[in-house]
């Protein structure tokens, strides 16, 4: 089997995963599947931070196919054990995304809505960074970037970042503080905001 085709058996299960298999659970447990779509009226920051998310998964399901279709690789990643460590980094970085996911509980969402009210989640997983799901996102793009390295596996990595930290910084974050105010300053001081002890506030 190609590395284009592991590597998109794994975007595959990432994506039914990721969305798939937890938006089920919420709905199974809520009756709601979790996804927020930008309402009329939202921010724009909000429509940009859901289109670079958009943009990223589209570029990195093209980075395997261009891989198939015989794209080139940048020759310095282009090695057998830099495929098996992006192989095992994306790999780590699904799991570690279900599981984030499901430490979430009832209060896992994709996007905001200002209406709601959801608990403040802080134990477990949370308790080390404010944003593992992100975390794990980005450990999978980086990890799936390792094994079709192309110029599209690397603009989806770029735009993801992008994306993410658009959306954790000027959407969530604010909407977090509006809602939970002096427990959610506390988790700011305490917690990094993507990997332990950096980005608190």
Do not use: C
């Amino acid at each position: 089997m190609t590395r284009g085709a592991v590597a998109l058996g794994l975007e595959i299960l990432f994506f039914a995963i990721a969305f798939g298999v937890r938006s089920y659970v919420q709905w199974r447990r809520t009756g709601s599947t979790g996804f927020i779509r930008p309402r009329p009226g939202a921010p724009a920051i909000e429509l940009v931070a859901s289109s670079l998310f958009v943009l990223a998964i589209v570029l990195l399901a093209a980075g395997p196919i261009a891989d198939l279709v015989g794209a080139a690789r940048f020759d310095a990643l282009d090695t057998a054990p830099v495929a098996i460590a992006g192989f095992v980094i994306a790999a780590a970085g699904i799991a570690l995304t279900l599981g984030a996911q499901m430490s979430m509980g009832d209060s896992w969402r994709i996007g905001v809505d200002p209406t709601e009210h959801t608990d403040l989640v802080t134990t477990g997983i949370f308790g080390i960074v404010r944003n593992p799901i992100f975390t794990a996102m980005m450990l999978a793009s980086v990890g799936l970037a390792l094994l079709v390295p192309n110029w599209w596996s690397l603009a989806a990595v770029v735009v993801l970042l992008v994306g993410l930290e658009v959306q954790v910084r000027r959407v969530e974050e604010p909407y977090l503080q509006s809602k939970h105010g002096p427990a959610y300053e506390q988790y700011l001081h305490t917690t990094g905001r993507f990997l332990p002890r950096l980005g608190t506030h």
